[in-house]
């Protein structure tokens, strides 16, 4: 095989990985980081012993075998590439149909400035109301929503008592009245934000045709904000995902009115469906396609995962309640200038991971998560969970609060809920470190929680003890260990450690021919170091 030919092959072989890397989307974090490059490494391609050996005395045979096996070479190469063409017009073909189904959403808010009311519908009591916290802190919340948006502006915000929420138009009949005429006499409103979890389609309706503007739910709110958020091509695919149950139900109501002129259940030019059957069934192969597409990022991240694996990367996964400072605490523990926070809701939607280094010298990858939000709607999280299901492989989960938020207590309250409710393995909740975060604005902040640590990711405070806890679970959930093992530099120990276990420091002494060298070395691979070499001197710290 000509070197030209080789050359081409490792080419394609190494773009292949690339892209299936790069797909993953690991920004700024374990492709950039020095220590982590070699997490995607590729072999050179492997020499069966006696192919392309040059021919012996009385050996023509043999060589005339090398030439044959040459040719097989070449024939294998050939249908690697016409496989890499393939594969290149699929990811064509995927390409397009990607574009087809991140197109313009019909749910997407009109373009432009919209001066909003938002309206809290405060419940009096019963199981609706929740005890930790108030109707001012909910409706702070819900403008803080709506300040996150470009363009958007609060004219004003009114709190409405409310006996039921879930009643058609949500308030009582002299409530609705009062809050009709108090929309109607503010100038220049163009939308209503409701704050409720999700409203239906006909409420919906009904509230636009007696305040004569749009109104909005928390998961159209929510969704907005994450669609003007999202940079990469999954975030925006479980985006539209979660639109799929809105379009459903905007479908039904559409339909309803199209009965009512006697027009819904029409055959549609003789193909034998209504134009019910029809709407429903494009939009269910509309989710077909946005589901297949997931899945097949979930796969391309998965290899990511198993690099990290196989180089026995620990992964500890940040999260917490929107806005807590996640994103500052993660740049504070790796020191990487590229990650720039963002002092707004939901300016996380896509999973970056990060690398950073423990007091032993240990390398971790820290992975940034999509922040949680009380009431945020069951089929947005579950629109969210390929991005979410890579906590479970974590080997540790810190959980992020902002200690000063006066809703503190109710936002933990949110993020551990959604956790259960992921299904995750009992040690990652067990062994979770809970930080108190943004310390520095509360003189002389001490935590009454057990175990619970105080930092403030922006001051650098707390960051020391907060990386030795870290370190010290990282040690217990992986079973590693870290010690100094004295070895002759003549034998294969060094070698040995090198491949099995993460070396951190050796220090050679010339004069004796040997050298005490620190490493980070798992439960198994200690067993076989003490049974291959019983002699070696091995110091526990």
Same mark, same amino acid.
């Given at each position: 095989?000509?070197?030209?030919? %080789?050359?081409?092959?490792?080419? %394609? ?17 374990? %492709? ?16 069966? @012993? ?50 087809? +189904? ?43 929503? =709506? ?17 039921? @929420? ?8 002299? /409530? ?18 409701? /704050? ?26 929510? !969704? ?12 925006? #695919?479980?985006?539209? +995902? ?10 039904? /109501? ?12 029409r055959y549609i030019m003789g193909s034998g469906e209504t134009f019910m059957e &029809? ?8 989710? !077909? ?7 097949? *990022? ?5 290899? #990511? ?23 500052? *605490? ?42 949680? *939000?009380?009431? +945020? ?13 890579? =906590? ?21 309250? &949110? ?6 409710? %992921?299904?995750?393995?009992?040690? !990652? ?33 707390? #960051? ?19 010690? &100094? ?8 120990? !060094? ?18 021919? &040997? ?27």
């Amino acid at each position: 095989m000509g070197p030209g030919r %080789l050359s081409q092959s490792l080419l %394609l072989r190494c773009r292949r990985v690339v892209a299936a890397l790069g797909a993953a989307r690991c920004h700024g974090g374990l %492709l950039s980081a020095r220590p982590l490059s070699a997490a995607a490494g590729l072999r050179a391609p492997h020499r069966p @012993p006696g192919r392309g050996e040059p021919p012996r005395a009385g050996g023509g045979g043999r060589w005339n075998g090398a030439a044959s096996a040459g040719g097989d070479e070449e024939e294998e190469e050939e249908e690697e590439e016409e496989e890499e063409e393939e594969e290149e017009e699929e990811e064509d073909e995927d390409e397009a149909e990607l574009e087809e +189904l991140l197109g313009p959403s019909p749910l997407a808010a009109e373009p432009g400035v919209q001066r909003v009311v938002v309206v809290h519908p405060a419940v009096k009591w019963g199981p609706k109301k929740s005890p930790l916290t108030t109707a001012e802190l909910q409706i702070a919340e819900a403008v803080a929503l =709506v300040d996150t948006l470009q363009n958007w502006t609060v004219l004003d915000k009114i709190i409405i008592p409310t006996k039921n @929420p879930d009643k058609k138009l949500i308030f009582g009949k002299g /409530n609705f009245q009062v809050l009709t005429e108090k929309i109607k006499k503010l100038p220049q409103v163009t939308a209503v934000f409701l /704050n409720v979890e999700r409203i239906s389609s006909l409420t919906k309706k009904e509230l636009e045709d007696a305040w004569g503007v749009k109104v909005f739910d928390r998961y159209t709110v929510v !969704l907005h904000i994450f669609r003007c958020n999202a940079r990469t091509k999954e975030a925006k #695919l479980q985006i539209a +995902l979660a639109e799929v149950p809105l379009l459903r139900s905007n479908l039904k /109501n559409e339909v309803s009115q199209l009965d009512q002129q006697r027009g819904g259940s029409r055959y549609i030019m003789g193909s034998g469906e209504t134009f019910m059957e &029809t709407q429903y069934r494009i939009l269910k192969e509309k989710e !077909l396609k946005i589901r297949n597409a997931l899945e097949k *990022l979930r796969r391309k991240r998965s290899l #990511l995962r198993t690099q990290r694996k196989k180089r026995e990367f620990p992964i500890i996964s940040v999260m917490g309640y929107t806005n807590c400072g996640k994103t500052t *605490l993660i740049k504070a523990l790796t020191g990487e200038a590229g990650i720039q926070p963002r002092d707004q809701l939901f300016a996380t939607l896509d999973i970056t991971a990060h690398a950073g280094y423990l007091p032993s010298h240990m390398a971790v990858i820290y992975v940034d998560t999509i922040g949680f *939000l009380t009431d +945020l709607p069951h089929n947005l999280v579950e629109s969210f969970s390929a991005t979410l299901e890579e =906590v479970v492989y974590s080997d540790l989960i810190v959980h992020v609060r902002d200690i000063t938020h006066p809703e503190t207590i109710l936002q933990k309250a &949110t993020v551990l809920s959604v956790l259960k409710n %992921l299904n995750l393995p009992s040690h !990652l909740l067990d062994s979770m470190v809970e930080v108190h975060n943004k310390v520095d604005l509360i003189e002389r902040y001490k935590p009454t929680e057990e175990n619970a640590l105080a930092v403030s990711a922006l001051r650098g405070q707390g #960051l020391e003890e907060l990386k030795e806890e870290i370190e010290k679970k990282i040690l217990t959930v992986t079973g590693k260990k870290i010690l &100094t093992v004295n070895i002759n530099l003549e034998g294969p120990q !060094l070698s040995w450690l090198y491949k099995e276990a993460t070396v951190q420091e050796v220090e050679v002494m010339p004069e004796e021919g &040997t050298a005490r060298v620190k490493v980070i070395i798992g439960n198994s691979a200690f067993g076989k170091y003490k049974s291959l070499f019983p002699n070696s001197k091995i110091y526990m710290p």
